[in-house]
């Protein structure tokens, strides 16, 4: 079993193109495995195949919000990709309407950039029951909207569709909707240089918690601003540690359980 996993990362980003075999030999050496994350078909694509190359590697597929002005959710198209058994949930997907106002608008000839989204998050939550798999949800300036269609499901498909809060930005308040629903959280390194997380990561129930980097984005104190890697999950779960007053072995050992539980990973 690994020491640390980075449920959410973006291994095959072309930011890692340079280095991308040293620095999973650098995760190996340390013991840490990773999600790589897609965004569209193409790179959902090459996380799959980074993922059926590498131990320890595992990918997600699927079609990130702010793509969705360019491009429709095809569910046979990324169902195929599924056949690999290291493609273990769907997603990158959710609802922005942050970027998705700035970006998509001028892509979209007879839907608004709001209505596209949550088609395209429709569509993979149905693959996701479908394939019985969790989302990897993105969610910005959008959590009424995103609330709403989860509800629903939860009234017609009770528990069976499930997933993860990937770089939750919350309050609390609506953290514990999410968490009601029986949604996990997972936290990036943002929360070792920014306190606004600190009320949800203390009441959030531990086993509802998970870590991430999000890498090659939003590097950890104190790499602010330079390329984040997934060897830099032990410093989230460390802050979250603290941030709860807890023993940090133990609380690395509640998030490690969690997300092998959550995707199904298996060595």
């Known amino acids: 079993m ?16 340079e280095d ?20 569209d078909f193409d790179n959902s694509k090459k996380a799959s195949e980074n993922a059926n190359a590498n131990q320890g590697i595992f990918a997600s597929a699927g079609l990130h919000p702010t793509d969705g002005g360019i491009e429709d959710f095809d569910a046979a198209v990324y169902k195929d990709l599924f ?3 290291k493609v273990v949930a769907v997603g990158e997907c959710g609802l922005d309407y ?12 007879t839907k ?10 429709t569509r993979q939550a149905e693959l996701a029951l479908e394939l019985d798999k969790p989302l990897m949800i993105h969610c910005r300036d959008a959590y009424v909207d995103l609330l709403e269609i989860l509800r629903s499901y939860s009234k017609t498909h009770g528990s069976k569709l499930r997933g993860n809060m990937h770089f939750f930005a919350g309050n609390w308040k609506e953290a ?18 920014a306190r606004d997380y600190d009320e949800v990561i203390k009441n959030a129930p531990i086993d509802m918690i998970m870590a991430e980097t999000d890498s090659p984005f939003v590097a950890p104190a104190p790499r602010r601003g330079k390329r984040n890697e997934p060897i830099y999950v032990a410093e989230v779960v ?3 540690a603290q941030i709860r007053g807890e023993d940090e072995d133990k609380i690395k050992d509640r998030i490690l359980k969690n997300s092998l539980k959550m995707f199904a990973l298996k060595s």
């Open 20 to 39: 991308r075999e040293a620095m999973m030999g650098q995760m190996k050496e340390k013991n840490i495995w990773a999600i790589d994350v897609g965004v």
């Open 112 to 121: 608004n950039y709001k209505e596209k989204q949550i088609e395209n998050f």
């Open 238 to 240: 460390k802050k979250i």
């Open 98 to 109: 942050f970027r998705g106002a700035q970006s998509q608008i001028s892509n979209l000839k």
């Open 83 to 85: 056949a690999n058994p």
């Open 176 to 193: 514990k909707e999410f968490l009601d629903l029986g949604f996990t959280l997972s936290f990036t390194g943002v929360v070792t240089f």
């Open 2 to 17: 690994p020491e640390y996993i980075d449920i959410h990362s973006h291994i095959s980003f072309p930011e890692f193109d």
